[in-house]
């Protein structure tokens, strides 16, 4: 017993050791030098995009990748190291990333992280006031290179030169050059246009395209005073070429993270002096007080159940909730059962011993399952119009444009009956084929022996065909519910899941809508403007675990059937 | 010694390229980004190219996204530091949810009196909210009253000369359109949304929705009273036939119709000509004497703000609007294009032509909101008024008032 288990280690040192061939080893230095040249640039663009901990776990990814087809032992794990890696990127990463967002109040008006909310509350903390506005040159002084604002005003042609922190001083009119290019660069006029002061003695003139980054921050931070007693005023550039006075209406506290309002807010919804907090829901509140008034920017916030709490409990959501969740069960069972009747009955009919040219009318079944299903729903969507279809108007005889013909894909039962239909077109060959696959798998005696002991044919589908059909094909029934529970394309693509409810508020949704295609326009990807991709993750959560439960329940039943075996 | 030297090269190439790649966030400042949907790149391309000529100093690039889903990915592109800098042709009702989603930047602090100035009245309004000013106009649009000249020689001046059968417009049976029926509902003093009464943003839209109340009752109980006799059916095929054919007087519509109207279609081959055929009116008043307006559409271009560490050309892209909105660039974009100047002095140049002068003289200085609520709003609104237009509401009135206070409560929820 140990000497043979002593053997069998020896065997495996022996496989493992086994001389690699000089071509494999070079086939080892390429790839895994291409592998590590790849990661080496996308760390690069990583760090230059400061974004830390994507290239620490990239680097980590490599050395594991490294370490795995460098050593000699570990067979199997150079076998299933980019099966693992693809499944961990593009499978377990988006589970775990949309059940984490099913917890996130993420959002068209959350959008993005605290620090770009600030950024977009700190963009808007200003506002303009009344005075004299300014067509600026940027100029630095010849004596200790302060960096100042030429101001020409718009109004009477005055020339200023302004300093950061100090009041606006006037250049007398022997002392600066005007351009020759007209103040504004667009206007039509160029003979009687006005002209900006370009340099001003002791000045020298600096040019917007020779500025670093640095330098136009500091041309864009620099304020000329307007009232000495006033710090949140002044006449600054946002573009370098005008210049307006301004009032902040906010400050911000690094530290604490914390605004203050400058002034009052026009409408009265806080005062100067008032301290906006930023509250769990993820916005900047009036003292940190969640039902207080909120400044506009919000961003993603952990949120706990609170989607879930909506899905079950927000009034709005019910009625369309309840009808979607029914619509989507009627419409995967009946389409299982539709296509399984027609695909069955149509093997049936193919499947006779002395039917000729057997082979030719499966493949011509075969097609509409062939076809790309994109394409032939568009082309349904086209038979199916109102006003010109080929069904209308040809098939049922109704006049061409007319706007009273049959509502195919305008109301709610006739759309729903048009999704059936097309449906069934498209499902049911793929019925046909694994049913005359398993027919074949029937042994003929069991029919026969039937027969001779005195059974009708249908007593003899009935009682032995179609329970050995089961065995084998109800799982795939199960699977074809589990894909149609889910079927995105058909309802989207033929009415886009119209027509829309009109009793609905607040909600998107339509009379042929399925869970996938409502939670898809929740979601808001269907243009829609009301993203809310926190309540559309939590509802993909749910009709996971709805199809995953129906499937698990399925199979176990299924084990009944072969019992029959 | 070796290992030394491979790594001394290692770390040589490592600060490099790093510092490549670190410098591209640097380069923002003479890198200038168009986002635009295919028809706007069709229509501004010209202008860009002139631009970029015009100021060499800038690298623009112009890049074609979809209309319908351009939103979502420039919400995406901002997290991912991969956001343009403008984004243009974007319709002006998007700015309140943009606005939001912290995507936009303000531009007032680059507005001068003089720039202020150059647009017709109404259209920079249309950029602006909460106060502040997100991008520049750059085309409008709006609805009037296209008259069929021989069937009907003179202007309207009141809704009450409007006969059943005289007057079609394109609605649907079950949302309506509530954009063509609202100069109707105007006529009688009912705003969708309350307007801010006093101070310096006076006349904006806020989120209290201000159609309800006796203006909105009388408007709910004529609605029903004039019904599908007076407004036709709905989903009208037929209205351009039958305007052309003068089976109807009066067709609410707007500029995107008159080549229809001036070609013909299939069944009714001759078109109408400007003037002799047809003309293009201001709406009447109500029967009461109110003034009704008609909102007022802009498509222009959106300042886009960047993360902290990644920020969007705010001076390049000042300088393109500015060059976007002269009159020469908005002049030329009605030459080639069609599109309604929003520049006052090149509306006026543009104005040699009857269409536009038609729609910019039935226009008026309301702006359609630009609030996410208005986005609540449509189909809650239209769908009550499709049921009472087709005489579904016993009480229209009451219908009506329901129907405010589901809006005000759909809107509430929007944050």
């Not at chain 1, 990127?89 to 984490?100: D, E, N, P, R, T």
């Not at chain 1, 993420?106 to 993005?112: K, L, P, Q, R």
């Not at chain 1, 949704?509 to 898809?520: A, E, K, N, S």
């Not at chain 2, 003179?154 to 079609?168: A, C, F, H, R, Y």
Request: aromatic content about 12%; proline content about 5%.
């Amino acid at each position: 017993m140990v000497e043979e288990s002593k053997q069998k280690t020896k065997q495996k040192k022996v496989r493992d050791e086994r001389p690699t061939t000089l071509a494999a080893i070079l086939w080892k230095i390429v790839l895994l030098g291409l592998t590590d040249a790849v990661v080496f640039l996308l760390v690069l663009v990583m760090v230059g995009q400061e974004r830390f901990t994507e290239s620490i776990v990239t680097v980590i990814v490599a050395i594991i990748i490294n370490w795995i087809y460098l050593r000699k032992r570990g067979l199997p794990a150079k076998y299933l190291a980019p099966g693992v890696l693809f499944l961990i990127a593009f499978q377990i990463y988006i589970l775990l990333f949309s059940g984490y967002t099913a917890f996130t109040n993420y959002s068209s008006s959350h959008n993005g992280d605290q620090a770009l909310a600030i950024n977009t509350i700190k963009n808007a903390s200003f506002r303009v006031i009344d005075g004299e506005d300014f067509t600026v040159s940027l100029v630095k002084q010849n004596s200790n290179g302060e960096r100042a604002l030429l101001l020409t005003s718009n109004a009477d042609g005055q020339v200023y030169i302004g300093k950061d922190g100090k009041e606006k001083a006037v250049v007398a009119p022997g002392d600066y050059t005007l351009s020759k290019d007209c103040a504004d660069k667009y206007a039509e006029d160029k003979t009687t246009c006005a002209h900006a002061a370009y340099t001003a003695k002791g000045f020298t003139p600096v040019k917007v395209a020779d500025l670093s980054l640095f330098d136009k921050n500091k041309y864009l931070s620099l304020r000329v005073v307007l009232d000495p007693a006033k710090s949140n005023e002044g006449i600054k550039t946002a573009d370098f070429s005008s210049a307006l006075p301004i009032e902040t209406t906010f400050s911000f506290n690094e530290k604490t993270k914390w605004f203050t309002a400058l002034i009052a807010d026009d409408s009265g919804n806080y005062a100067a002096g008032d301290v906006f907090k930023p509250g769990n829901d993820g916005f900047y509140h009036l003292n940190g007080n969640l039902k207080a008034y909120n400044l506009s920017g919000g961003w993603r916030v952990e949120v706990g159940f609170k989607n879930f709490v909506t899905i079950f409990t927000d009034q709005d959501l019910r009625k369309p909730l309840l009808k979607v969740i029914s619509w989507t069960f009627i419409f995967a069972i009946s389409t299982v059962l539709s296509t399984f009747v027609l695909g069955m009955a149509v093997a049936l009919l193919f499947n006779h011993e002395r039917l000729r040219g057997k082979k030719l009318y499966r493949s011509v079944m075969i097609l509409p399952y062939a076809f790309p299903a994109f394409l032939s729903v568009y082309v349904w969507a086209g038979l199916f119009n109102r006003e010109n279809g080929f069904i209308n108007t040809v098939i049922l005889g109704q006049t061409p444009g007319s706007e009273a013909n049959f509502p195919w894909l305008t109301e709610e039962g006739p759309a729903r009956l048009a999704v059936l239909l097309v449906n069934l077109w498209l499902g049911f060959p793929y019925m046909f084929l694994i049913v005359t696959g398993a027919l074949q798998s029937i042994p003929a005696e069991l029919t026969e022996a039937a027969t001779i002991d005195g059974a009708s044919p249908w007593q003899s589908f009935r009682l032995i065909k179609l329970p050995l059909l089961l065995v084998s094909i109800a799982p795939l029934l199960i699977s074809s519910f589990a894909f149609n529970f889910n079927n995105f394309t058909i309802i989207y693509l033929l009415n886009k899941g119209g027509p829309a409810d009109s009793s609905v508020v607040g909600y998107d949704v339509g009379g042929t809508d399925i869970l996938i295609t409502f939670v898809y326009k929740i979601a808001g990807f269907n243009g829609g403007t009301g993203q809310n991709y926190g309540l559309a993750s939590a509802f993909s959560i749910l009709i996971f675990l709805v199809v995953g439960s129906l499937s698990l329940v399925s199979f176990r039943r299924t084990r009944t059937l072969e019992d029959i075996n | 010694m070796k290992l030394r030297r491979v790594t001394g090269l290692l770390a040589a190439a490592g600060v490099i390229a790093g510092a490549f790649f670190a410098s591209a966030p640097a380069n923002a400042t003479t890198n200038l980004t168009i986002w635009a949907d295919k028809g706007t790149v069709d229509t501004i391309t010209a202008r860009v190219n002139a631009f970029k000529a015009a100021n060499p100093e800038y690298t623009v690039t112009l890049v074609e996204k979809d209309f319908g889903t351009v939103r979502d990915i420039l919400k995406q592109s901002v997290q991912s530091n991969t956001q343009p800098d403008i984004l243009a042709g974007a319709a002006h009702d998007w700015i309140g949810n943009l606005v939001k989603a912290n995507v936009l930047a303000p531009i007032d602090s680059s507005l001068p009196a003089s720039w202020k100035d150059d647009f017709i009245p109404g259209a920079l309004t249309a950029m602006k909210y909460n106060g502040h000013y997100y991008g520049a106009p750059g085309w409008t649009e709006n609805i009037a009253i296209i008259r069929n000249v021989k069937k009907a020689p003179k202007p309207l001046t009141s809704v009450n000369q409007i006969k059943d059968g005289e007057l079609e417009l394109n609605y649907s049976a079950t949302t309506s359109d509530p954009y063509h029926f609202y100069p109707f509902q105007t006529m009688f003093g009912a705003p969708v949304f309350a307007q801010v009464a006093s101070g310096a943003n006076k006349g904006d839209w806020t989120d209290t929705v201000g159609m309800g109340g006796k203006p909105g009752a009388d408007f709910a109980t004529w609605l029903k009273s004039k019904g599908t006799k007076f407004f036709g059916p709905p989903a009208n095929a037929k209205i351009l036939c039958d305007f052309i054919k003068g089976k109807i007087k009066y067709w609410v519509t707007g500029a995107w119709n008159i080549n229809a109207i001036q070609s013909g279609a299939s069944g009714c081959t001759t078109g109408l000509k400007i003037g002799t055929g047809y003309a293009i009116d201001k709406f009447p008043k109500g029967p009461t004497g109110i003034t009704p307006h008609q909102f007022l559409g802009i498509r222009g271009y959106l300042m886009i703000a960047g993360r902290p560490g990644n920020p969007t050309n705010v001076p390049g892209a000042v300088e393109f609007m500015k060059y976007m909105t002269s009159q020469s660039t908005q002049f030329s974009l009605y030459d080639n294009f069609n599109k309604t100047p929003a520049n006052a002095a090149a509306l006026n140049q543009a104005k040699n032509d009857p269409v536009i002068k038609g729609f910019a003289d039935a226009a008026n200085t309301v702006p359609m909101p630009n609030s996410p609520a208005m986005d609540v709003a449509w189909t809650v609104w239209g769908k009550a008024e499709a049921r009472i237009i087709q005489g579904k509401e016993a009480k229209p009135d009451v219908a009506w008032a329901a129907m405010v206070k589901a809006l005000q409560t759909a809107v509430n929820k929007v944050k």
